[in-house]
């Protein structure tokens, strides 16, 4: 292989930040934060918003983990739309009689 190419394959902790799951795995991964393991080490840390421990098909609940409102903005953008479509059809129908 040629010296340089490829990154630095290391340990790093990599924690769940709606269920407070954290696991040490190897990887890739660029991060500015580290975290203290269990063994004493220090390791870098990547945030995860979901994983195996949150993830309603390996929990078999269902959490709804809605991260910065996205689903709250989604309804805001889009309540319009669906009004002026509901007019629409209701205009088309009655100029259909």
Not at 9 to 34: H, K
Not at 43 to 61: C, D, M, N, R, V
Not at 84 to 90: L, V
């Amino acid at each position: 292989m040629k010296p340089d190419l490829h990154p630095e394959y290391r340990l790093v902790v990599y924690q769940d930040t709606s269920s407070d799951f954290a696991f040490l795995t190897r990887s890739t991964i660029e991060t500015d934060e580290t975290i203290e393991w269990e063994d004493g080490n220090t390791y870098p840390l990547a945030k995860l918003e979901i994983s195996s421990a949150s993830h309603p098909f390996y929990t078999g609940k269902q959490i709804l983990v809605d991260s910065g409102g996205r689903v709250e903005r989604f309804r805001r953008r889009y309540a319009k739309v669906g009004v002026d479509t509901e007019r629409k059809a209701e205009g088309s129908a009655a100029a259909d009689k």
